[in-house]
C-alpha cells in the first residue's frame, strides 16, 4: 500500500531564515507531487505539483520554490521567510496517469513565522 | 474555470441526528468528483470518489451520491467522531482537481 511521510510535523521560524520542507511517497513509482498551503478558515491553496523528476509548476508567484530530486520525494523550500508564510502545508500525490486526479495527503507540517 | 461550492459552511448536528452536506460544481468534462475528511491539524483523508451521475458509494454511516450538477455526502445516526470538516473536490484529468472551502461538522452528544 502507498503510504505518504512529511517532516516536520511542526516549526517555528523567525522572519527571514530559510526553510526546507520534505515529502516522501512509498509504494508507489512516478506519481504526481503536489504543496498545498491551508490557512486557518480557508480552502486549500496549490502551490506547486510535479509529473515527474526535475518538472516543477509554479502556481502562485511567491518566495517559495520547489523540487523533485528523486522520484518520490518533493521538497519545499524558501531562502527568506516571511511573516505571510505561515501556515499549515500539505503534500500530496496522485497516480501519474492524471485520469480523475485523485489526491491522497500527508499528515502536513504547521509552520509559524515569528 | 471550474468551481466547487460547498454548503452549508457549518453544520451542528445531534447525535443520531441524519443530514446532508451539499457540494455544487461547475467543471467541463467530470472525470471524477472526490470527497475528504480533514480532522483539525490532521491532513484530508481520502473517503470517496464518484465518477458519473448516478453513482453512489458507502462507508460506515456515510453515503455520497453524484448528479450532473452537485454531489451530496448523506450522514445517518452521526456520532461525534464524525465531527470534522468535509471536503469537496471535482478533477477533469488536469493534474490539478478543484476543491471548495469544505463544510464543518461538529456532532453534539
Known amino acids: 500500500s502507498q503510504t505518504i511521510h512529511q517532516w516536520p510535523a511542526t516549526l517555528v521560524q523567525p522572519v527571514g531564515s530559510p526553510l526546507s520542507l520534505e515529502c516522501t511517497v512509498e509504494?508507489?513509482?512516478?506519481?504526481?507531487l503536489y504543496w498545498y498551503r491551508q490557512a486557518a478558515g480557508r480552502g486549500l491553496q496549490l502551490l506547486f505539483y510535479s509529473v515527474g523528476i526535475g518538472q516543477i509548476s509554479s502556481e502562485v508567484p511567491q518566495n517559495l520554490s520547489a523540487s523533485r530530486p528523486q522520484d518520490r520525494q518533493f521538497i519545499l523550500s524558501s531562502k527568506k521567510l516571511l511573516l505571510s508564510d505561515s501556515g499549515f502545508y500539505l503534500c500530496?500525490?496522485?497516480?501519474?496517469?492524471?485520469?480523475?486526479?485523485?489526491?491522497?495527503f500527508g499528515p502536513g507540517t504547521r509552520l509559524t513565522v515569528l | 474555470e471550474d468551481q466547487v461550492t460547498q454548503s452549508p459552511e457549518a453544520l451542528r448536528l445531534q447525535e443520531g441526528e441524519s443530514s446532508s452536506l451539499n457540494c455544487s460544481y461547475t467543471v467541463s468534462g467530470l472525470r471524477g468528483l472526490f470527497w475528504y475528511r480533514q480532522d483539525p491539524g490532521k491532513g484530508p483523508e481520502f473517503l470517496f470518489t464518484l465518477y458519473s451521475a448516478g453513482e453512489e458509494k458507502e462507508k460506515e454511516r456515510l453515503k455520497a451520491t453524484l448528479t450532473k450538477k452537485e454531489s451530496f455526502l448523506h450522514i445517518t445516526a452521526p456520532k461525534p467522531e464524525d465531527s470534522a470538516t468535509y471536503l469537496c473536490a471535482v478533477g477533469r484529468g488536469s493534474y490539478i482537481p478543484t476543491f471548495g472551502r469544505g463544510t464543518s461538522l461538529i456532532v453534539h452528544p
Open positions: 509504494g508507489t513509482s512516478n506519481p504526481n
Open positions: 500530496a500525490w496522485s497516480t501519474p496517469s492524471g485520469l480523475t486526479d485523485t489526491q491522497y
